[in-house]
């Protein structure tokens, strides 16, 4: 018997694997992200491809009548102050608050018939982010868990594996009382959960999770790394190889805390200040400049968050002064910020290869109400998408005359995350059978 603390594990007269575990729970090494790991390494499949994917996620609900399918020739109770300009591409015109966005359309894709029924934040945001509605007593998981968990594998070819397998950058989403579902492992366990940084403005050194205790030494840290692996042997030996996966899950903790290369992708002092200017020097644009070095690195999905809550601090939860709220921040930070990152991605070669969605869990009504705002509204939302692949410069799908409803090629959540799934090199039959996803048809027309 091995009493490590409080713990007790038996050993040939019947060694308890759950026991064991317990050694990683009460913190063997010294880290906090053994748990994190332990489940990526179960049944991951080898990759299909090297693609990444880059999810934007406007938390609140973006109004599509204001930014990417306006209707300048409908009545004022619906078309808003903005005025409808033209892009670089003929015939694609968005809102005049978009300028860069304007200039770089053939970089991008929209799609302007995104809808579903959802009409609360948190079931809409479960929805778009993991492609299933909710049911009670069920959580689906987030894309990057799934991504994760079936994709697998690591794309740079030398040195140790990549301790990231999907992130988070930006706050944990929240409609308090209610914080949404869809952010974590799900059902596929939440060793699975995307790694979160929770303000990718702060300095690595002030990111916990990237340090081990100050009472941990290197060489301290070192040893304890030793001896659990001969803890693992052993355990090896009296159970099967499915113990393998402790080893793996703290190896990949033990080098994000001590390896060069993991942190270099997270330290972004060391981009030129003029590019982390670029993108904006505010969470959503360093979260997207982190994001860009992430995929750079070799992590395969990373997701970046607008704001914490849907109306707090510009959320897009637009319910009163729509438009001065969009004019004054919203607008302005997203345009610097996504043109700066797909011109940047474009730029470096990673385009190709990387893909770009920037969603929220659904747009506005269209018509404005009486406190000049707009309301939660499902039924008929904009969205865009690029790389990886995916023509730029054209609309995918149409609404009608008021962006209340698609009127042609409709695109649901399922449809998204199946293209994000099949882009990504996933296996639709397999996840289709594991209970991941209930549609294998993707976004129509998506490569023309």
Same mark, same amino acid.
């Given at each position: 018997?091995?009493?490590?603390?409080?713990?007790?594990?038996?050993?040939?007269?019947?060694?308890?694997?759950?026991?064991?575990?317990?050694?990683?729970?009460?913190?063997?090494?010294?880290?906090?992200?053994?748990?994190?790991?332990?489940?990526?390494?179960?049944?991951?499949?080898?990759?299909?491809?090297?693609?990444?994917?880059?999810?934007?996620?406007?938390?609140?609900?973006?109004?599509?009548?204001?930014?990417?399918?306006?209707? !300048?020739?409908? /009545?004022?109770?619906?078309?808003?102050?903005? %005025?409808?300009?033209?892009?670089?591409?003929?015939?694609?015109?968005?809102?005049?608050?978009?300028?860069?966005?304007? %200039?770089?359309?053939?970089?991008?894709?929209?799609? %302007?018939?995104?809808?579903?029924?959802?009409?609360?934040?948190? %079931?809409?945001?479960?929805?778009?982010?993991?492609?299933?509605?909710?049911? *009670?007593?069920?959580?689906?998981?987030?894309?990057?868990?799934?991504?994760?968990?079936?994709?697998?594998?690591?794309?740079?070819?030398?040195?140790?594996?990549?301790?990231?397998?999907?992130?988070? =950058?930006?706050?944990?989403?929240?409609?308090?009382?209610?914080? !949404?579902?869809?952010?974590?492992?799900?059902?596929?366990?939440?060793?699975?959960?995307?790694?979160?940084?929770?303000?990718?403005?702060? !300095?690595?050194?002030?990111?916990?999770?990237?340090? $081990?205790?100050?009472?941990?030494?290197?060489?301290? #840290?070192?040893? *304890?790394?030793?001896?659990?692996?001969?803890?693992?042997?052993?355990?090896?030996?009296?159970?099967?190889?499915?113990?393998?996966?402790?080893?793996?899950?703290?190896?990949?903790?033990?080098? =994000?805390?001590?390896?060069?290369?993991?942190?270099?992708? #997270?330290?972004? *002092?060391?981009?030129?200040? *003029?590019?982390?200017?670029?993108?904006?020097?505010?969470?959503?644009?360093?979260?997207?400049?982190?994001?860009?070095?992430?995929?750079?690195?070799?992590?395969?999905?990373?997701?970046?968050?607008?704001?914490?809550?849907?109306?707090?601090?510009?959320?897009?939860?637009?319910?009163?002064?729509?438009?001065?709220?969009?004019?004054?921040?919203?607008?302005?930070?997203?345009?610097?910020?996504?043109?700066? =990152?797909?011109?940047?991605?474009?730029?470096?070669? #990673?385009?190709?290869?990387?893909?770009?969605?920037?969603?929220?869990?659904?747009?506005?009504?269209p018509r404005i109400n009486g406190s000049a705002g707009r309301d939660h509204?499902?039924?008929?939302? /904009?969205?865009?998408?690029?790389?990886?692949?995916?023509?730029?410069?054209?609309?995918?799908?149409?609404?009608?005359?008021?962006?209340?409803? $698609?009127?042609?090629?409709?695109?649901?959540?399922?449809?998204?995350?199946? /293209?994000?799934?099949?882009?990504?090199?996933?296996? =639709?039959?397999?996840?289709?059978?594991?209970?991941?996803?209930?549609?294998?048809?993707?976004? !129509?027309?998506?490569?023309?």
């Amino acid at each position: 018997m091995i009493r490590l603390g409080s713990s007790e594990t038996r050993t040939c007269a019947g060694t308890s694997r759950r026991e064991f575990l317990q050694i990683g729970a009460a913190g063997f090494l010294g880290l906090s992200l053994p748990g994190f790991f332990r489940a990526q390494a179960l049944g991951a499949a080898e990759p299909g491809n090297d693609f990444s994917t880059i999810l934007l996620f406007l938390w609140g609900g973006p109004p599509q009548s204001d930014t990417f399918d306006l209707k !300048p020739e409908a /009545s004022n109770i619906y078309r808003g102050p903005f %005025r409808s300009v033209p892009t670089q591409v003929p015939g694609i015109h968005i809102c005049e608050h978009l300028p860069q966005l304007a %200039r770089t359309q053939k970089l991008y894709t929209i799609v %302007r018939s995104a809808h579903h029924r959802d009409t609360e934040h948190p %079931r809409a945001a479960h929805y778009m982010m993991t492609g299933n509605q909710v049911i *009670r007593g069920r959580e689906w998981p987030n894309m990057g868990a799934t991504i994760d968990r079936f994709a697998g594998g690591d794309r740079v070819a030398a040195g140790p594996p990549n301790p990231l397998g999907a992130v988070v =950058l930006g706050p944990r989403l929240r409609d308090a009382p209610i914080t !949404p579902t869809g952010q974590d492992g799900g059902f596929l366990g939440n060793g699975y959960s995307p790694f979160r940084i929770v303000d990718p403005t702060q !300095p690595l050194e002030r990111i916990a999770a990237l340090s $081990p205790p100050t009472s941990l030494r290197l060489g301290r #840290l070192a040893r *304890r790394e030793r001896l659990f692996r001969t803890l693992t042997e052993f355990q090896r030996h009296v159970e099967s190889d499915s113990t393998l996966v402790l080893d793996r899950a703290y190896q990949r903790a033990f080098t =994000l805390v001590t390896s060069p290369r993991a942190k270099a992708a #997270l330290d972004l *002092r060391q981009e030129p200040e *003029r590019v982390r200017e670029r993108y904006g020097q505010h969470s959503f644009g360093q979260g997207a400049l982190m994001a860009r070095r992430l995929v750079e690195a070799g992590v395969r999905f990373v997701q970046v968050n607008w704001r914490e809550h849907p109306i707090n601090d510009f959320g897009f939860d637009n319910h009163s002064d729509n438009f001065n709220r969009l004019k004054d921040a919203q607008l302005p930070q997203i345009d610097q910020t996504v043109s700066a =990152l797909l011109w940047d991605l474009e730029t470096r070669g #990673l385009l190709e290869r990387t893909m770009v969605l920037m969603t929220g869990e659904f747009g506005r009504t269209p018509r404005i109400n009486g406190s000049a705002g707009r309301d939660h509204w499902p039924f008929c939302f /904009s969205y865009l998408i690029a790389g990886a692949g995916i023509p730029g410069g054209r609309v995918i799908g149409r609404s009608d005359e008021f962006a209340a409803y $698609p009127v042609d090629d409709p695109v649901s959540p399922e449809n998204t995350v199946a /293209s994000v799934y099949r882009i990504m090199g996933l296996d =639709l039959e397999k996840l289709r059978a594991a209970g991941i996803i209930q549609e294998t048809e993707g976004i !129509p027309r998506l490569f023309g």
